[in-house]
């Protein structure tokens, strides 16, 4: 089945462009064009199920080896056909430079032999060779473990997100314009995570950042919306552009794109320890960057809330479930560079970590239900990377699902609650939603025990294997830094997150009195913030304005007796959406619900991943490198396309080569100083205990949070406010959003505007100067030219003219007599005189024989 | 009588004739018989240049108009000539002079039915059908 991989992509496209080029012109009803695109992602989902399925659990499995389609040729074709390429870095002389040690340096140049690269060229004087490769990329598809599960993911959230949006997006006038874009998003995506080569994997990144900005925008004529597009779109070029120069340095170190050739070169160079900047630390910050523009990590995070101006189900499937994460699965696939570099594991840690504490401090005091959610969304992708920068990539995987599941569920919930709302996102005027809208209510209260880290749900099990593997890594030495800052970001989400919930579905129904008035709906939480800052009415606002008719109505209560736009004249009351809408939500609380058992933590099962491949840590372990052992897995010894090494093979590997010292599988860089689960297990005396002890506290920090979240705003109501004056600098830094926004207007934007005018000024002066000046000469020197030729040149032929008329003239008067015998004398003159040029001597000769006979 | 002229006398006058003559008058008179191509030529050339010079001298408007049917016609001796002459050196098809001489004939049956029109309209205009009082194509 997984030969028709192919098909999964294509079906989200085809739906896309039968969408996208017929929806307007044949004018599809919304029953079609939902049908369209609900129907193809179903396809393409029930295809991935299928695939992943004999790939991974049928009985003739192909996991763990790597599955390409191009192996069997059941999906192949030369994309670029590249050439030959100079390998410019990677020689064995820079890396021996390099390095530090002299084994290393012997080690380095054995490497490069054993890469066993052609010889391309080179310099016959001289005798260098110059070495290289074939570049041939190629556009196929691979089925690993991380593509199956990305696929899954984004088949399966996607397909809920769809059912949805055909509910949400009813009586839009885009319709059709909404399905397309998302179709394409879907086949970006899918080409994002199935590509076999790091070009395919940048043709998917540029498409779902194209489809973001589309979707983003996709109310363009409201200004905010368009500056949120245009802003996502110009963040992540800047992350694209230290991806694009990874790509570069891996072909130009490598000599080729495909994964499994780029790892299993990879996986021999030697490691690059701590503050050592070797190639592979490069090429891995420059992947990281592209990761944390796609990602919204520090400092390029500053784009995702702003995307929430797009429609509510885009902002779950694209700001939330999906594209997103596309910078944590760079991140995993490439784990063999990054595991190369240990700089860049802190790097990635640290990074992630601060990001998981900012965006959660922020989150704390936004009042738009969607921005909470955004900068939840930044800080629990935070908590991605810290995984990834503690060498447990698999559980940032895994996180990464269980966020798609919860994170998917409570943004399609507040679509639902917007929806209900009518379009109302202040959450200051909601409240005690749980009555109006159960079904919404029950779903999201699944999502927030997720998220806050409860037992059993979810997101529990995701969350503290992160903050376990952060406790107890040794792949770096700050990991205690990661774990403190990683808890306190997982009690403010549990603050947040039951701050969200009490304003929303618990407490008194605040939209009963307020209204606003015959202000327009994305003026609402402006008008309400005036008191507090100014500047709130620019950047606070987001989501989604009204677009259905007047009379038309989409819930099925009561409320429908009046439209949805006629503020001012009514009370709204909320209803419950649509089952379109609650259906998925639903699906969606399940797998929120039960989704994190396939991650179940060893401490509950003896120490061990139970499960064998149905366990997420054992399915992904094939394609993670052991840098112990330089192979991949961490059991078994594996190469980069997942075949097992056996025999005669696994006894080569099995003895490292001189210069790598044996390390053990838990520290592969050698002791790492401080390490908080050290210490604990050095008084416990039993490794479960730690562990125990380490999820209790994270049970406790989730609980405080909640507690604490309860206490301010459904116990005492007043409290918010005593300490926003207490802390009201923090209060003033996390409301403002530590003003990251107005730092990179005054660093960025006003800096690159004041280039632009430089520029302009130097065009409209000196440029346009220059051309003006050059009309001006061409003026003056064709005024003179013009003035010679009027009155010199002219004044010659008329002169001559003159002179000639007056000479000829009555010689060429005289002929002309008008008597037809003249002219005709003319003519028989010119007969006699042609005859005698042409037979003078004939005639002459005739003549003379007349002659001669007469006398 | 007749008998005897046509019979003895012409025979013996003609044998007499010859031999006054040594048989060079007889050779002459069978040649002008079967006169070839040049003669034909020599007359057609003739008439051409009388034909020009009508033109070119006659005042009478009549008058040049014959003129210049003389030189159509020895235009026409001619092709005839070469006609007859190229069936004679063996080209039995040989017959485009002929035909036009035809073309001619008729060319020139037009030409005059036109050209004595304008006469006709000249002589009512003008009263006068000499060419050296007729001097409009100059203008």
Not at chain 1, 599 to 624: C, Q, W, Y
Not at chain 1, 689 to 710: C, P, R
Request: with cysteine.
């Amino acid at each position: 089945m997984y030969r028709y991989i192919w098909l999964v992509p294509l079906l989200p496209l085809a739906g896309a462009a039968i969408n996208g080029l017929l929806g307007r012109k044949l004018r599809f009803s919304e029953k079609l064009i939902g049908g369209i695109a609900v129907g193809s992602i179903a396809l393409a989902f029930l295809i991935t199920v299928a695939a992943v399925y004999s790939y991974a659990f049928s009985r003739n499995a192909m996991w763990p080896q790597t599955y390409v389609t191009s192996q069997d040729g059941a999906f192949k074709f030369t994309w670029i056909p590249g050439g030959a390429v100079r390998l410019t870095q990677g020689s064995p002389e820079l890396q021996a430079l390099n390095l530090r040690s002299e084994a290393a340096m012997k080690r380095a140049a054995e490497l490069q032999a054993q890469q066993n690269q052609p010889v391309i060229g080179g310099n016959e004087q001289t005798g260098e060779e110059t070495r290289g490769s074939v570049l041939d990329v190629e556009w196929s598809y691979q089925l690993d473990a991380l593509s199956s599960i990305f696929m899954l993911i984004v088949t399966g959230v996607g397909l809920c997100i769809f059912v949805f949006a055909t509910g949400y997006m009813h009586g839009d006038t885009g319709f059709y314009r909404f399905f397309a874009y998302m179709g394409l998003f879907m086949f970006s995506m899918l080409v994002l995570v199935m590509g076999s080569n790091f070009l395919m994997m940048f043709v998917g990144w540029e498409g779902v950042g194209l489809c973001s900005y589309l979707l983003i925008g996709y109310y363009f004529d409201r200004q905010e919306a368009a500056n949120a597009s245009r802003k996502a779109f110009i963040t992540n070029r800047v992350g694209d552009f230290g991806f694009a120069l990874a790509i570069f340095g891996v072909i130009a170190t490598f000599g080729t794109t495909q994964y499994t050739d780029v790892f299993g070169q990879a996986a021999t160079f030697p490691l690059e320890p701590l503050g050592h900047w070797g190639l592979l630390s490069w090429i891995a910050l420059g992947l990281f960057i592209g990761a944390c523009g796609k990602s919204a990590q520090l400092p390029l995070h500053v784009w995702l809330p702003d995307a929430m101006a797009g429609p509510t189900p885009v902002s779950a499937l694209i700001h939330a479930a999906t594209m997103v994460t596309a910078g944590l699965y760079m991140v995993t696939r490439t784990n063999v560079i990054f595991q190369h570099s240990q700089t860049m594991m802190m790097v990635v840690a640290l990074v992630g970590a601060a990001t998981a504490l900012f965006a959660a401090t922020i989150g704390i005091t936004q009042n738009d239900i969607k921005k909470v959610l955004a900068y939840s969304t930044v800080s629990q992708l935070g908590f991605m990377f810290m995984a990834c920068g503690v060498g447990a990539f698999a559980i940032g995987i895994f996180h990464v699902m269980t966020h798609a599941f919860f994170k998917a569920l409570m943004f399609l919930g507040a679509g639902s609650v917007i929806h209900g709302m009518h379009h109302e996102q202040d959450m200051r005027r909601m409240g005690n939603l749980r009555k109006y809208m159960p079904y919404t209510y029950l779903t999201f209260l699944a999502g927030w025990l997720a998220i806050c880290g409860i037992i059993p749900f979810s997101g529990f099990w995701s969350k503290d294997e992160i903050l376990w593997n952060a406790a107890s890594t040794r792949y770096i030495p700050v990991g205690w830094i990661v774990w403190i800052v990683g808890t306190i970001a997982a009690t403010c989400t549990a603050f947040y997150m039951t701050r969200l919930m009490a304003m929303t579905f618990w407490g008194k129904e605040k939209f009963l009195g307020k209204q606003a008035g015959g202000e327009a709906d994305e003026a609402h939480a402006s008008a309400y913030d005036k008191g507090l800052t100014q500047h709130d009415a620019k950047f606070t606002s987001a989501g989604d304005r009204p677009r259905h008719e007047p009379g038309e109505h989409v819930g099925p209560t009561g409320s429908s007796a009046h439209a949805h736009d006629d503020h001012g004249h009514a009370v709204h009351i909320p209803h419950e959406s649509p089952a379109s809408m609650w259906v998925p939500l639903a699906v969606l609380a399940v797998l929120a619900t039960i989704g994190g058992f396939v991650g179940i933590s060893t401490a509950f099962t003896g120490g061990k991943h139970i499960g064998g491949r149905m366990n997420i840590v054992n399915f992904l372990d094939p394609i993670i490198w052991n840098p112990a052992t330089h192979h991949f897995g961490k059991e078994e010894m594996l190469d980069s396309a997942g075949r097992p090494l056996d025999g005669e093979l696994r006894a080569r590997a099995e003895v490292l080569p001189a210069g790598i010292e044996a390390k053990e599988a838990s520290s592969p860089y050698g002791p790492q100083g401080f390490n908080l689960a050290e210490i604990a297990d050095s008084k416990l005396h039993n490794e479960t205990a730690t562990e125990w002890l380490f999820i209790v506290i994270s049970l406790l920090v989730a609980g405080i949070g909640i507690g604490l979240g309860y206490l301010f705003y459904v116990k005492d109501t007043r409290l918010p406010d005593i300490w926003a004056a207490r802390l009201k600098p923090l209060y003033q830094a996390s409301y403002n959003k530590y003003w990251v926004d107005e730092f990179f207007g005054w660093a960025v934007t006003r800096r690159v505007m004041d280039a632009a005018r430089g520029v302009f000024a130097f065009d409209s002066k000196v440029v346009d100067g220059g051309v003006n000046g050059s009309a001006w000469l061409t003026r003056l020197s064709s005024r003179i030219i013009g003035g010679t030729d009027q009155y010199f040149v002219d004044g010659i032929v008329n002169a001559i003219a003159a002179f000639v008329a007056r000479l000829m003239s009555p010689l060429f008067r005289a002929a002309q007599t008008g008597f037809a015998q003249n002219y005709a004398l003319v003519m028989v003159l010119g007969l006699v005189v042609a005859v005698a040029l042409f037979f003078g001597s004939d005639i002459a000769r005739a003549v003379k024989s007349v002659f001669a006979i007469i006398l | 009588m007749q008998f005897l002229l046509f019979n003895f006398l012409s025979p013996a006058l003609g044998l007499l004739f010859q031999a006054a003559t040594n048989g060079r008058f007889a050779t002459a008179w069978e040649k002008a018989q079967h006169p070839d191509l040049s003669k034909f030529l020599i007359i057609g050339a003739l008439l051409f240049i009388i034909g020009v010079a009508g033109v070119l001298t006659r005042r009478n408007i009549i008058v040049i108009f014959m003129s210049i049917e003389l030189i159509l016609n020895a235009a026409n001796l001619n092709f005839i000539a070469m006609s007859r002459y190229l069936q004679d050196t063996g080209n039995v098809n040989a017959v485009a002079g002929q035909i036009f001489a035809v073309f001619v004939i008729v060319v020139a049956a037009a030409e005059a039915a036109i050209g004595l029109g304008i006469v006709i309209a000249l002589y009512r205009n003008k009263e006068t059908i000499w060419v050296d009082e007729i001097d409009i194509l100059k203008w």
